[in-house]
């Protein structure tokens, strides 16, 4: 069955580096996000993007992160200048055309560790 | 704003035990509910998705219900095993407006223990 893959699984950054985080969605896909988990808490949505942009962002998503589909087939999400509090699992999800009625479909995350 | 919460946090059953998990939301403008699985350390693996104008989805020993007008949606697990022990995530998605896809608001999940 098809499937999210993410790399890396786990990332461990100096704080002020930056960081990029590579997904692959699964390839019939329009629809990709980007979500983070911080340790025991809900998972929150970052950023939706379509056709080549952003089609949504929550107030999590500042300056300091941007998002990419550099070629036919990654995703990625970047941070800038990471923060202590920028440690969290992140999940990339896509979904299918008409996505709203469709399942997001997520990855395995990487799990992102700010010293 | 829309919340999600379920109840319990936590809960342990003895194997071979039907048990039912619960998820509540506070704006009933959704399109759909997805049931996720969350293994420790491991992504969300989707279980069940329920378009707000269904009532129910079933995939073998799982059905999940929905009440929109009541925000509220169940997880029914049959005859459970020990290899049903995670967390169990629900997530809305909420109105689709202003040409936005719709991004997912999770609760904080359910984690099931079953016992051997």
């Known amino acids: 069955e098809p499937e999210v893959t993410q790399t890396p699984s786990h990332q461990v950054t100096q704080m002020g580096q930056e960081v990029i985080l590579r997904c692959v969605p699964i390839?019939?896909?329009?629809?990709f996000y980007w979500y983070r988990q911080i340790l025991g808490q809900k998972v929150e949505f970052l950023v939706s993007?379509?056709?080549?942009?952003?089609?949504?962002k929550s107030e999590i998503f500042d300056d300091q992160f941007s998002v990419e589909r550099p070629d036919g087939s990654n995703f990625t999400l970047k941070i800038r200048s990471t923060k202590l509090e920028d440690s969290a699992m992140y999940f990339c999800?896509?979904?299918?055309?008409?996505?709203?009625?469709?399942?997001?479909?997520f990855g395995d995350g990487t799990r992102l560790s700010i010293l | 704003k829309q919340e999600v919460t379920q109840i319990p946090a936590a809960l342990s059953v003895p194997e071979g035990e039907n048990l039912v998990l619960n998820c509540s939301f506070t704006d009933s403008a959704i399109y759909n509910l997805q049931w996720f699985r969350q293994d420790p350390g491991k992504g969300l693996t989707s279980l069940l998705l329920i378009q707000s104008s269904q009532r129910e989805q079933t995939s073998g020993r799982l059905n999940a219900s929905l009440d929109k007008s009541s925000g509220r949606s169940t997880l029914y697990i049959a005859a459970s095993q020990p290899g049903d022990s995670a967390t169990y995530l629900c997530?809305?998605?909420?109105?689709?407006?202003?040409?936005?896809?719709?991004?997912?608001?999770f609760g904080k999940g359910t984690k099931l223990s079953v016992k051997p």
């Open positions: 993007f379509y056709n080549n942009e952003i089609s949504e």
């Open positions: 390839s019939n896909h329009l629809y």
């Open positions: 999800a896509s979904s299918e055309a008409d996505s709203w009625k469709q399942p997001q479909h």
């Open positions: 997530a809305v998605r909420r109105g689709n407006y202003g040409g936005s896809q719709g991004n997912l608001i």
